[in-house]
């Protein structure tokens, strides 16, 4: 643990790479106003659901993939993401990124040249996280690239993305209103891993929330995209390091 | 009597600009830095060997086995300082980089801390001027802290600073770098 922590800590954490909680915080900035972080001995857990209620962020990154992990006890953290920016100002590549906290104040220290330490005290958050219980029709496993460079294109000329599976054969993205910008994404073109069709789906989904928490595909190779009629869209992101990023989106009537 | 700072890092980054500057604040015209062409401070992109005799300069390294005194600058033309943002722990860069390259020119050290850029520049000067190294007090690691809302914020810097009135040798613009025009406080130990 740094030797820059001014606070007695219950638990601490080291990430391996600064990437991860810039990536965290890049796909939640703009979206949340705090997020809810638990640590215990088997790792780290993060829920963030923005203020409308439209999308829900749940990341999970076990032990392993951490410099180091210290748990005394289990701690449930509230956090408002306007200081989780701050600690990520101007940070380079590489600089340590290590999170203490005693329960009732979260110290963050960018170990680096020069060393900074940022607290501030925890906030009170539910702890109730809302359960997505839905059915998916269609499951595609995407590559990252394909996948943004899409979402990047319908962005360029809408609001909304439509995705729509016939078949096993592709997925299909394209801009919800006038159905420009169309995607294909197939296996033969390599962008599509896999997809499975259990019923014709199609559905409309805000764009920029998808924009948004792509930022996490950096620390992912490819994605798991959900989907029914009318259903929230669902997309897992397999983290390099180990654990997984799931993101939950309403749909959107257009 | 010349005190050079041969300026040895890839970029000149906003951070060594403002202890360059700083350098030429305390030092004026007896600076010049070498090995880079900066606007409104006295420089040249002629490397140190190349304007001037090295068996007459006085190199500052930590790692140099004697300490700098002011007769040891006796019959020479100038200090030489490292142009380097240093490391923590140090890298050992101004042996590599300076000290190596020209053998020789005399190498000392003003303790076995690292200063600051400007610091090594004041101490230099003191120097000169037929002050001892003892007689230069300094403190080891400084802390600038301030609250942004409801954010405690420090910045700790691990270098050596000369206390110059009893307090550290740091430039207004450096601080304003690292923590903008917001009210701050200093920490450091004597």
Known sequence: MSSFVSIEPKVSLVFSDIKV???????????VDEVLVTIDSSGFRLTALDPAKVSMLTLEIPSSAFLELRVDRELSLGISMQNLELTLEGVKKNERYVLASDGEFIEVVIEGL???RFKFRSIELPSEVP???VQYD??????IDPFKLAIKDIASIGSYALL??????????MEASTKRGLARLTRASGALIDLRVNRPSSCSYEISYIEKVLSLAKLASQLQASFSNDSPLRLIFPLVMGGTATFYLAPQAV | MKIYVEHLEEELGRWLLAEYRNSYRIA???LLITGAEIPGIPSTAKRIHEIADPSRLVILDPQAEEELKPEDL???????????????????????????RLPKAVKRNIGRHQFSIDGSVYIALQIIRGKRLRDIPFTVGVTIKRKLGPVEHEIHLPYAYP????????????????????????????
């Open chain 1, 21 to 31: 909680p810039k990536a965290i915080v890049d796909s939640l900035k703009g979206l």
């Open chain 2, 163 to 190: 206390l110059v009135d009893g307090r550290p040798l740091l430039s207004e613009e450096l601080i304003e770098l690292l923590v903008g025009s917001s009210n701050y406080v200093v920490e450091y130990h004597i």
């Open chain 1, 114 to 116: 020069p060393t900074r």
């Open chain 1, 138 to 143: 269609v499951d595609a496993i995407i590559g």
């Open chain 2, 28 to 30: 004026g015209d007896l």
């Open chain 2, 74 to 100: 006796l019959g020479c033309d100038g200090v030489v300082i490292g142009g380097i943002l240093g490391s923590h722990p140090p890298l050992g860069r101004t042996k590599k980089l300076l000290s190596d």
């Open chain 1, 131 to 133: 359960s997505i219980d």
């Open chain 1, 164 to 173: 729509r599976a016939e078949n096993e054969e592709a997925l299909e993205i």
